[in-house]
C-alpha cells in the first residue's frame, strides 16, 4: 500500500517536471471544446471517485468509531448524531451529484447556447424553506438533549468528584461520607496536599484524593473540575462527556455510568475493536490492549498534552463501596 | 488627471507605490511568501504525526535546536501547529486573499481611478510586511515561536513557565498580530470608503459584480471584529509584561502561586472568538465573491439568483458576529448561553445552502468553459459543501461536547474555509493573473496543479472526519500512548502522503505563476469574454486605470448569454460588458 503511494508520488513528481518544461510552449491559454469536454469528464471521473472514498470510509472505517454510549445521557447524543449524519450525507451525495453531473453535462462546446436564467424565486424559496423546517428539527432535538445533559439541579443523590488537573496529570477527589467537597485553592498547595484543599473546612476532612476513577453504574455522577496552571479539558470519549478546567473557576458535568467497565468489553462493537488493535499491536511486537475508559486531556497544555490521562473504572455498586472505603480521607493522610 | 505621466522611480513604482494595482501584488507575493512557509511547516508536522519519533534529515535540516537526531521535539511540534494556522488564517487568507483582490479589483470594477486614499494603502500593506517579518523572526529565538495554538488562550500562552514558546516568541506573535490588525483595519476602511464613494456613473449598488458585495461586506465585518482581537491582545499583553490579572487567576506553577486574581481565561476566549468566528467569514466571503463572479463568466450564464446571493452575503455576515460562543460550548460558560448559540449558529447554515444551490443552478443549462480558474471555482462548491455540512454537527451544543477539539473539528473547518478559501484564492488568481501582469499563466500545469490540489485535499481531510469520530483529540504530538487510537496510524500515514502529494503540487501552482510573470503568453484585454468594467482597462498598467474619460455603467454585471425573442443574443456575442447601453426594447436584467 504504501509503496504505491511512493510511486504515485514519484510519478506525480515527474510528470510536474515534464509539464514544466512544456510550459514555453506558447499554446493557446484559453479552454478550448477539447480541453472543456476532458475536464467535463475529468469531473465526472472525480464524482466517481468522491463517492467510492466516501463509501469506503463509512464502511471500512466503521469500527473505528467509538462504541455506543456508555452515559444515559449519551444515548440521545448518538441518536441526535444519527439523525444529522444520515441527514448530511444524503445532503453530500445529491449537492456533489448535482454539481459535477452539471459540470460533465453542460461542458462548453462553441455551437451551444447557455441559457439565461437569472433568478426564479419560487425555487430560492424551496431552497430556503426547506432548510429552515429541516433545521427547526435538529435545533429543537438538540436544544432539548443540551439542556437535559447540562442541567444538573434535579439529580437525585448524585456522587460528586472532583477532577483536578495540572500540567501533565490529573487528580480525583471524592467528596466523601458526606457527600460534600472541601474547600479548594492553589494557595492550600503544600506538600502532599497536591490539589489545594483546605483542610482547616470539616466537609475536607473526610474527602478521598485518588489516582484512579471509580463509578458506580447506574447512579448519576457530578463531576467538578478544577485546573491549577492553565486550560485542561476533561475528555470521556466513552460517556458522550467533555468540559473544560479553567484556573480560577470551578465548571462541572454530569452522567449517569450504564455499563461497567465487563460489560464494555464483551459488547460487541468493542470487541471487533478492540481485535483490529491487537492485531496492530501484535505485529509490533506490544503488549495487547485491553479496553477501559479513559479520561484525556483535550485542551492543548503544554509540551506533555499528548500523555494526560486517567483511568476510568466503572463497576457494580457493591465493588464501588468496597473500593471507595477503602481509600484513606484526607484526615488522615494530610495531618 | 491619467493625461499627463509624471516620473517614476524604481522606488515608488515598485515599493512605495500608491498604486492599488502594484499593491495588490505586493499582498499577493507577500501572501504567497508566507503561505510556503504555513504549507511546508504543516508537511512538518504531518511526518510527526504519521511517523511518531521517527527520525527525518528534513526535519534535522529545519528544526536547528529544536529537534533531536531529526525528532521534533513535542515543543516544536506545537510551535508548528501554532503558527501553520497563524500564517495560514491571517497571512494568507486574510491579507493574501482579501488584500489582493480587494486592492486589485475594487477601483476597477466599480470604475474608480485609484483608492479612495493611496496613501493608506500604501500604510496599509507596509504594516502588513512589517508583521510578516515580525513572525518570520519569532521563528528564530531562542525557546522557540508561540506554541499555545494559533487560539493563543491563556494562561498557556501568558505562562513562559507553561510552554518555553510563551516567553519572547509569545511577545513577538502579540506584536506581529497588533500590526498585522493595525493594516487590516487601515484596508477595510479604504475598501468601504472606496465602495462607497468612488462608484462610477451608473455603478448603482444592486448593479455591483458579487465580488465587490462580498469584499465590501468582508471589510465591514473586519472593522467590527478586529479592534475586538486587538483589545484582546493588549490586555494579554498587560497580563504577561505588567502584573494585570485580566485572564489569570489562582495559579500554582513550577512550585509557587502566582499573585494573580480575579481574572478568567473565558474572558479571552469570548473576546477572541468574538473576531475568530468573523474570522472565518472575512476568510471566506471573498472566495465565494470570487467564485461567483469566476462561475457565471465561465458558465456565459447569469449568477443565478444575485439578489438572494446579496442578501445570504449580508445574513452570514449579521450571523457571524453573534455565534461566536459555538467555539465555547464547554468552556464553562453558562448552558443557557449555548443554547442561544446553538440555535444562531444552525441558522447560518440557511444562507450558506442557499449560496451552494445558487451555484449549481447557475452551472444548470450553461455552456461551462474549463478554464483553471473554473474548475477551481467548481472545487470551492465542493469542498464548501462537504466541509459546511458537518458544520451541523459541530454547531449542535450537544453533539460538539464529544467531538470538541477533536479532528473532526479539524477536518471541517479545514474544508470549508481552508481548503474553500485556497481554492478561491487560485481561481481569483488565473482569472485575472492577466489583469496583473498582462501575460496568461499556463492552462495545463494550471489542470493538473488543480486535480492534484482537489485529490490530495479530499485525501487528508475526509478520512480525518473518521479518526476525529474515534475520539482522537487535535494537538497531540503523538497518539502512541493511547493504544486504544493504534488503529488510526494507517490512515494518518496515508493522510500524510496526500498532504506532502498536496503541497508538493503547489511547485506547479509556483512555476507556473513566476515562470508565466516573464514568460507567459502575452493576454489579450478581454480575454475570459466578461462583462465587467477591469476587462476594458488596457493591458498594460497605467495610473488611474483608463485613459481618457472613466467608462459610465449601463447594466448590471451578469448579462450573459442574453437572447432576444428569435433566440439570437442580443448584442451579438454571448457577453455584454456593462458600458454597453441598453438597446431599444432590451429588458433592463
Known amino acids: 500500500m504504501l509503496a504505491l503511494f511512493y510511486i504515485f508520488i514519484a510519478v506525480a513528481i515527474g510528470v510536474s517536471f515534464w509539464q514544466i518544461t512544456r510550459i514555453l510552449n506558447f499554446r493557446t491559454a484559453i479552454a478550448t471544446d477539447k480541453d472543456n469536454d476532458v475536464q467535463g469528464k475529468l469531473f465526472l471521473g472525480f464524482l466517481a471517485f468522491l463517492y467510492a472514498m466516501m463509501i469506503y470510509c463509512l464502511i471500512f472505517m466503521n469500527v473505528l468509531m467509538l462504541p455506543e454510549s456508555a452515559s444515559i445521557e449519551g444515548e440521545h447524543d448518538d441518536r441526535l448524531f444519527n439523525i444529522t449524519f444520515i441527514l448530511i450525507g444524503v445532503v453530500q451525495f445529491l449537492m456533489q451529484f448535482l454539481l459535477f453531473y452539471f459540470s460533465f453535462k453542460y461542458r462548453g462546446k462553441k455551437e451551444n447556447k447557455a441559457l439565461f436564467y437569472a433568478d426564479s424565486h419560487k425555487l430560492e424559496a424551496i431552497w430556503t424553506i426547506t432548510p429552515a423546517v429541516v433545521l427547526v428539527v435538529l435545533i429543537g432535538y438538540g436544544l432539548w438533549q443540551w439542556n437535559n445533559i447540562m442541567d444538573l439541579s434535579d439529580a437525585e443523590d448524585p456522587l460528586i468528584i472532583e477532577v483536578y488537573s495540572k500540567q501533565f496529570q490529573w487528580e480525583a477527589r471524592y467528596a466523601g461520607d458526606d457527600n460534600a467537597l472541601g474547600r479548594g485553592n492553589v494557595n492550600y498547595i503544600k506538600g502532599i496536599n497536591t490539589m489545594g484543599v483546605d483542610m482547616t473546612d470539616v466537609n475536607a476532612q473526610d474527602d478521598k484524593q485518588v489516582t484512579e476513577i471509580h463509578l458506580p453504574k447506574g447512579r448519576k455522577v457530578i463531576f467538578k473540575f478544577r485546573s491549577q496552571d492553565v486550560l485542561h479539558s476533561a475528555y470521556m470519549p466513552h460517556f458522550r462527556a467533555q468540559m473544560n478546567c479553567v484556573p480560577g473557576m470551578v465548571t462541572e458535568f454530569g452522567f449517569t455510568p450504564k455499563f461497567t467497565t465487563e460489560e464494555m468489553r464483551v459488547q460487541s462493537e468493542v470487541v471487533e475493536k478492540t481485535a483490529a488493535i491487537n492485531k496492530i499491536r501484535k505485529e509490533k511486537g506490544e503488549d495487547p490492549y485491553v479496553f477501559d475508559f479513559i479520561l484525556l486531556c483535550n485542551k492543548i497544555c503544554g509540551a506533555s498534552h499528548y500523555g494526560m490521562q486517567m483511568k476510568i473504572v466503572v463497576e457494580e455498586e457493591e465493588a464501588f463501596n468496597k473500593w471507595i472505603s477503602q481509600q484513606p480521607t484526607l484526615a488522615e493522610v494530610i495531618k | ?589
Open chain 2, 1 to 589: 488627471m491619467s493625461e499627463h505621466h509624471h516620473k517614476e522611480t524604481f522606488v515608488t513604482k515598485y515599493i512605495f507605490s500608491q498604486d492599488h494595482k502594484m499593491i495588490s501584488k505586493q499582498f499577493l507575493i507577500t501572501g504567497i511568501f508566507m503561505g510556503v512557509i504555513g504549507v511546508f511547516m504543516s508537511m512538518l508536522f504531518r511526518l510527526q504525526i504519521a511517523w511518531p519519533e521517527k527520525s527525518f534529515t528534513i526535519i534535522e535540516a529545519f528544526l536547528g535546536p529544536h529537534q533531536n537526531d531529526g525528532i521534533m521535539n513535542p515543543d516544536m511540534y506545537l510551535a508548528l501547529v501554532t503558527i501553520h494556522g497563524t500564517i495560514m488564517v491571517f497571512f494568507v487568507l486574510t491579507a493574501g486573499l482579501s488584500g489582493t483582490f480587494s486592492n486589485l479589483l475594487i477601483p476597477l470594477q466599480i470604475g474608480a481611478r485609484d483608492m479612495a486614499s493611496g496613501f493608506l494603502n500604501m500604510i496599509s500593506y507596509w504594516l502588513f510586511f512589517i508583521s510578516s517579518i515580525v513572525m518570520v523572526v519569532s521563528l528564530f529565538v531562542e525557546a522557540g515561536p508561540a506554541s499555545a495554538g494559533w487560539t493563543i488562550y491563556p494562561p498557556l500562552s501568558a505562562l513562559p513557565q507553561a510552554i518555553p514558546g510563551s516567553g519572547l516568541g509569545m511577545t513577538l506573535w502579540l506584536v506581529s498580530m497588533a500590526i498585522f490588525i493595525a493594516s487590516s483595519l487601515i484596508g477595510s476602511l479604504n475598501y468601504i470608503v472606496t465602495i462607497f464613494n468612488l462608484r462610477t456613473k451608473g455603478m448603482k449598488m444592486t448593479r455591483m459584480p458579487l465580488t465587490m458585495w462580498a469584499f465590501f461586506i468582508t471589510a465591514i465585518i473586519g472593522v467590527v471584529s478586529f479592534p475586538v482581537l486587538l483589545s484582546a491582545a493588549l490586555l494579554l499583553i498587560f497580563d504577561r509584561s505588567f502584573g494585570t490579572s485580566f485572564y489569570l487567576s489562582d495559579i500554582f506553577i513550577s512550585g509557587e502561586v502566582l499573585h494573580y486574581q480575579g481574572g478568567s481565561p473565558v474572558l479571552f476566549e469570548h473576546l477572541f472568538w468574538f473576531l475568530g468566528h468573523p474570522e472565518v467569514y472575512i476568510v471566506l466571503l471573498p472566495a465565494l465573491g470570487i467564485t461567483s463572479e469566476i462561475i457565471a463568466t465561465n458558465s456565459r450564464k447569469p449568477i443565478f439568483g444575485y439578489r438572494a446571493m446579496i442578501g445570504s452575503i449580508m445574513a452570514i455576515a449579521f450571523l457571524s458576529t453573534i455565534v461566536w460562543g459555538h467555539h465555547m460550548f464547554i468552556s464553562g460558560m453558562n448552558p443557557f448561553l449555548g443554547s442561544v448559540f446553538t440555535f444562531t449558529t444552525l441558522l447560518i447554515a440557511i444562507p450558506s445552502a442557499v449560496k451552494a444551490f445558487n451555484y449549481v443552478t447557475t452551472l444548470w443549462k450553461g455552456n461551462l468553459q474549463m478554464n483553471p480558474a473554473m474548475l477551481f471555482s467548481i472545487g470551492l462548491v465542493s469542498t464548501f459543501v462537504t466541509g459546511g455540512l458537518t458544520g451541523l454537527v459541530l454547531g449542535d451544543s450537544a453533539l460538539d461536547i464529544n467531538v470538541h477539539d477533536t479532528y473532526f473539528v479539524v477536518a471541517h473547518f479545514h474544508l470549508v474555509m481552508g481548503v474553500s478559501a485556497i481554492l478561491g484564492m487560485f481561481a481569483g488568481i488565473y482569472h485575472w493573473f492577466p489583469k496583473m501582469y498582462g501575460r496568461m499563466m499556463n492552462k495545463t500545469l494550471g489542470y493538473w496543479h488543480f486535480w492534484i490540489t482537489l485529490i490530495s485535499a479530499y485525501g487528508v481531510f475526509f478520512p480525518m472526519h473518521f479518526i476525529g469520530l474515534a475520539g482522537l483529540p487535535r494537538r497531540y504530538y503523538t497518539n502512541t500512548n493511547f493504544p486504544m487510537f493504534d488503529d488510526v496510524a494507517d490512515i494518518n500515514v496515508v493522510m500524510t502522503l496526500f498532504a506532502i502529494l498536496g503541497g508538493v503540487a503547489q511547485l506547479l501552482f509556483l512555476a507556473n505563476f513566476f515562470i508565466s510573470i516573464y514568460r507567459g503568453k502575452k493576454a489579450e484585454q478581454n480575454p475570459w469574454r466578461s462583462n465587467t468594467l477591469e476587462w476594458t482597462t488596457p493591458v498594460e498598467h497605467i495610473h488611474g486605470n483608463w485613459p481618457g474619460k472613466i467608462p459610465e455603467v449601463h447594466r448590471w454585471a451578469y448579462d450573459y448569454s442574453k437572447v432576444d425573442d428569435n433566440g439570437d443574443y442580443i448584442h451579438g456575442e454571448d457577453f455584454v460588458l456593462q458600458t454597453v447601453p441598453l438597446k431599444d426594447g432590451e429588458d433592463p436584467s
